[in-house]
């Protein structure tokens, strides 16, 4: 008889009837067991759960890189072009400056050879740092500056 009863249980029959027995005798630790291994069972469960998230991530990390790198690329070409448009405007400016700068020069000798002619050998004390003769005046009108200098010789004498 005691055959028949071995063979008519369950395989888990017996550790089911042991935790149950367990459970009679001590009630409090089997509750606190059954919780604690079902919060495991659920951190497990968002364990595995990060661990997937993490491997599609990291699936897709070479993707994104590029994808940055792209922008970032733009973005450095968009200020680029900015500073282009800066210094084109720029160069613009010096160029009217420069433009400024030697009229203004030629005005000031015009006006120094015009005081000198009024003056006559008072005219030390202008300001000479306008005589010397630019780059494109030397090329093109070195003969007016040579003939100021031989009026004023000739007056001096």
Do not use: W
Request: hydrophobic content about 30%; some cysteine.
């Amino acid at each position: 008889m005691l055959e028949s009863n071995k063979s008519d249980k369950r395989p888990g029959q017996d550790l089911e009837t042991c935790n149950h027995n367990q459970a009679d005798s001590t009630t409090g630790p089997s509750q606190v067991n059954h919780e604690q291994v079902q919060e495991l069972q659920e951190l497990k469960r968002e364990l595995d759960l990060l661990k997937l998230v993490l491997k599609s991530a990291y699936s897709h990390l070479p993707i994104v890189m590029t994808e940055v790198a792209i922008f970032r690329t733009f973005l450095a070409m968009r200020e680029v072009e900015k500073l282009e448009s800066n210094f084109g405007d720029l160069e613009v400016d010096i160029i009217s400056l420069q433009e400024d700068f030697d009229s203004n020069r030629s005005l000031m000798r015009a006006h120094n050879r015009a005081i000198r002619k009024l003056l006559g050998p008072e005219t030390d004390c202008l300001d000479k740092s306008y005589e010397s003769p630019s780059e494109d005046e030397t090329i093109q009108g070195s003969s007016s500056l040579s003939d100021d200098t031989n009026v004023l010789s000739q007056e001096m004498d």
